[in-house]
Nanobody
Framework: QVQLVESGGGSVQAGGSLRLSCAVS????????MAWFRQRPGKEREWVAG????????YYADFAKGRFAIAQDNAKNTVYLQMNSLKPEDTAMYYC?????????????????WGQGTQVTVSS
């Protein structure tokens, strides 16, 4: 089993930055890919970014390109999401997800494990 615990959420003004963390524990050797998703108020959950453990390749949703960066620290078993130039529309619950093998990073069904989420609120 794998456990994911997110942290780092909070309230920030537009234009500000936050760094989310996802601590991974358990049978981490099974994990091939990690990702961040978010669910904005009244919206479906959507994919934000993903990273492939084997080579560190990263992938981003269009809205995240240029503003968000996903990174992993294998020594700490932690995945990060650095978010810059935040906008009010980035307000959401952010979730960390892990998959054994992921063919399409944007599909929720590809992921085997999920965290409980961390709230990000961006005020104008």
């Amino acid at each position: 089993q794998v456990q994911l615990v997110e942290s780092g959420g909070g309230s920030v003004q537009a234009g500000g930055s936050l760094r989310l963390s996802c601590a991974v524990s358990g049978t981490t050797g099974l994990i091939g890919c990690m990702a961040w998703f978010r669910q904005r108020p009244g919206k479906e959950r959507e994919w934000v970014a993903g990273i492939r453990n084997l080579d560190g390749a990263t992938y981003y949703a269009d809205f995240a390109k240029g503003r968000f960066a996903i990174a992993q620290d294998n020594a700490k078993n932690t995945v990060y999401l650095q978010m810059n130039s935040l906008k009010p529309e980035d307000t959401a619950m952010y979730y960390c997800a892990a998959g054994n093998y992921v063919a399409d990073f944007s599909l929720e069904s590809e992921y085997n494990y999920w965290g409980q989420g961390t709230q990000v609120t961006v005020s104008s």
